[in-house]
């Protein structure tokens, strides 16, 4: 049980990634706090997480609002007394051409995925300092590693977060509180109902592995970072797509 006595909160957990993050955290013995926007989605993973026998808190709260991030980070604290592992991994994916990109999408994009990190980080790294013990972990996309078209506002926001974590890393590494990123390709998750099956087969082909993620794959990553394992790992950015990165990068 590598996280046993740990409190864990995953953003954007309702669903997908956050979901296997968050149930493969509390099989590990860490008490988990559930957020998204469904509260129907949130109680139905509150309740799978429980059923690994540990405890675990659904909140309703937008990380795009800062004082919504601090009154979820306090009722983190009042319900399990400490919070020692943050995962940001809420965010929202359009895929839109430049000159169609509007103001609203843009602002909507770098709210939710950049200044969600902010917002929550600023909320809860405090009181992980104060512990001398902390992991902070963002969950972004392989679109801040290579910036593809017609994806401009979530390129800028993903890199930002790259920086962001980076900057963080470096300055509360000397407090015992890391910062790393999983940057993702395509992962099985809701969101691939937006594409058709000649375009996800497609997608798949250009994959040196074959085959696109599964959102388990991206919880164990989670899971060292979140280790004793990782206490000598700062500031990294694994690329987690199956070599395509590399291959159409």
Known sequence: MRLSGKTALVTGSSSGIGRAIALRFAR?????????????????????????????????????DLGECRTMIERTQSEFGHLDILVCNAGVFHHTPFLKLSEEEWDEVLT??????????????????????????????????????????????????????????????????????????????PILGNFSEQALQEFA??????????????????????????AYVTGQVLNMSGGAVIANG
């Open 28 to 64: 590990e013995g860490a008490d988990v706090v559930i957020n998204g926007r469904d509260e129907r989605k949130i109680a139905s993973v509150v309740k799978d997480a429980q059923a690994s026998g540990g405890r675990a808190l659904g909140i309703r709260a937008n990380v795009g």
């Open 205 to 230: 082909r250009r994959v040196p592995i074959g085959r696109i993620g599964r959102p388990e794959e991206i919880a164990e990553a989670a899971l060292y970072f979140a280790s004793e394992d990782a």
């Open 112 to 189: 939710i995925d950049l200044k969600g990190i902010f917002n929550c980080v600023r909320a809860a790294v405090a009181q992980m300092v104060d512990r001398k013990w902390g992991r902070i972990i963002a969950v972004t996309a392989t679109s801040g590693v290579v910036a593809p078209p017609q994806m401009a506002h979530i390129a800028a926001a993903k890199t930002g977060a790259h920086g962001l974590i980076k900057s963080i890393a470096a300055e509360f590494a000397s407090s015992g509180v890391t910062a790393n990123v999983i940057a993702p390709g395509l992962v099985d998750t």
